[in-house]
């Protein structure tokens, strides 16, 4: 049985960014969707009371119960975690009964949902970190002048005037 926490924990991964990457037959037989997510990431959008390895301890138990999947250190919803949040979508799920079409046009078709929008958020990720990193730059860069018209008024001070 779920309780508040362990919905939470579903929702945050639900609600994460998708990440493009390949995705092997293992990971679609058991049911996996996008996104994915860190347990860092789940850590950080949680109460700050609850510890890690709570979080820890009930990823685990969701994952043994099959709600989400775990590899390359990130979390990944299932089918079955989609269903308990009451978000299941015919067009995002994976059909693991029976395979209709050949597994090679599945995740063209699931690569082409979602690659557009994970290559977006990558770009605007990678664009918040240059931009953060350019900033701190200009603060040092700033704060050197500030320095050196300080040192260069010090310096006319100690010239004598004629």
């Known amino acids: 049985m779920l309780d508040k926490?362990?919905?939470?924990?579903?929702e945050i991964i639900n609600k994460a960014s998708s990440i493009v990457r390949s995705i092997s037959e293992k990971e679609i037989e058991v049911g996996v969707l996008f996104p994915?997510?860190?347990?860092?990431?789940i850590k950080r959008n949680l109460p700050t009371q609850i510890e890690l390895n709570v979080i820890k301890g009930r990823l685990n138990a969701l994952k043994n119960e099959k709600y989400t999947y775990f590899v390359s250190e990130r979390w990944w919803l299932t089918e079955r975690g989609k269903e308990v949040l009451?978000?299941?979508?015919?067009?995002?799920?994976f059909q693991t009964t029976?395979?209709?079409?050949?597994?090679?046009?599945?995740?063209?078709?699931?690569?082409?949902?979602?690659e557009t929008k994970g290559?977006?958020?990558?770009?605007?990720?990678?664009?918040?970190m240059k931009k953060d990193e350019l900033l701190k730059e200009i603060k040092k860069l700033e704060k050197r002048l500030i320095q050196k018209k300080a040192e260069?008024?010090?310096i006319y001070k100690t010239i004598p005037k004629d």
């Open 5 to 10: 926490l362990d919905v939470r924990i579903l």
């Open 36 to 41: 994915s997510v860190t347990t860092l990431d």
């Open 86 to 93: 009451g978000k299941t979508d015919s067009n995002t799920s």
């Open 98 to 114: 029976s395979l209709s079409k050949p597994m090679g046009k599945i995740l063209e078709e699931t690569f082409s949902k979602f």
């Open 119 to 128: 290559e977006e958020t990558i770009q605007h990720q990678v664009l918040l």
């Open 152 to 154: 260069l008024n010090r």
